[in-house]
């Protein structure tokens, strides 16, 4: 009795190189150093100083600056849901003077 050995044929051989170059290609890109965004080549306008009474960036906040509690929330309004929440939680702040809004 004969056993049968394996021999692939070259469609498996070929199908596997092409695979390993494809591993190897994707690797390679996603290894590689990005590269700082260029410059733009025209020159800037000063930045406009932003008013004292607003805050320049986060955290954000709604309501009364001197309220007693803070409800913090961490969402993402991209998110359809997070984005629902946003007008309840809104008016649920607007009718409690008491409670100011971080997110």
Request: hydrophobic share 25%; charged share 10%.
């Given at each position: 009795m004969r056993i049968p050995r394996f021999?692939?044929?070259r469609t498996v051989l070929v199908v596997a190189l092409l695979m390993a170059a494809a591993l190897t290609t994707a690797a390679w890109l996603g290894l590689r150093p990005?590269?700082?965004?260029?410059e733009p080549d025209f020159p800037s306008a000063e930045p406009t100083p932003a008013p004292a009474t607003a805050p320049a960036g986060p955290p954000w906040r709604y309501g009364r600056a001197d309220a007693r509690f803070t409800v913090v929330e961490y969402a993402d309004l991209e998110c359809p849901?997070?984005?629902a929440y946003f007008a309840v939680l809104k008016r649920w702040i607007d009718a409690h003077p008491d409670v100011s809004w971080q997110w």
């Open positions: 021999a692939p044929s990005q590269s700082p965004p260029a849901f997070c984005r």
